[in-house]
């Protein structure tokens, strides 16, 4: 069975940057497509970004587009989320998720495409 594990999470004022990063052990990544989403208290997993697992497919959450940046080495299992410019709103514990294939549509930002999940990793943005 695979597992996901996030870190790089912390404390920023705003306008600071965090790099995340994800590491799947005990399974390949292979075809998967793999995401960020956040969650704040009381609030339902939000969508964050997404990318394939190969070729250019890559998707944000308008919120983040042009502060956060999604990427990946294949060759290390690991993808990042570099976020820059944090907000406030922007608090949230962090989980990477893996999903089979792309979807072009808005599937791709649903939290059920993903069959497996991160334990999170706690961001929070001072003001």
């Known amino acids: 069975q695979g597992r996901l594990a996030e870190t790089g999470g912390g404390s920023v004022e705003t306008g600071g940057s965090l790099r995340l990063s994800c590491t799947a052990s005990?399974?390949?990544?292979?075809?998967?497509?793999m995401a960020w989403f956040r969650q704040r208290p009381g609030e339902e997993r939000e969508f964050v970004a997404r990318k394939s697992y190969t070729g250019p497919h890559l998707a944000y959450n308008t919120a983040v587009e042009g502060r956060f940046t999604i990427s990946r080495d294949n060759a290390k299992n690991t993808v990042y989320l570099q976020m820059n410019s944090l907000k406030p709103e922007d608090t949230a514990l962090y989980y990477c998720?893996?999903?089979?294939?792309?979807?072009?549509?808005?599937?791709?930002?649903?939290?059920?495409?993903?069959?497996?999940w991160g334990q999170g990793t706690q961001v929070t943005v001072s003001s």
């Open positions: 005990g399974r390949t990544l292979m075809g998967y497509t």
């Open positions: 998720a893996a999903g089979p294939g792309w979807s072009f549509d808005a599937e791709g930002a649903s939290a059920q495409k993903y069959t497996y």
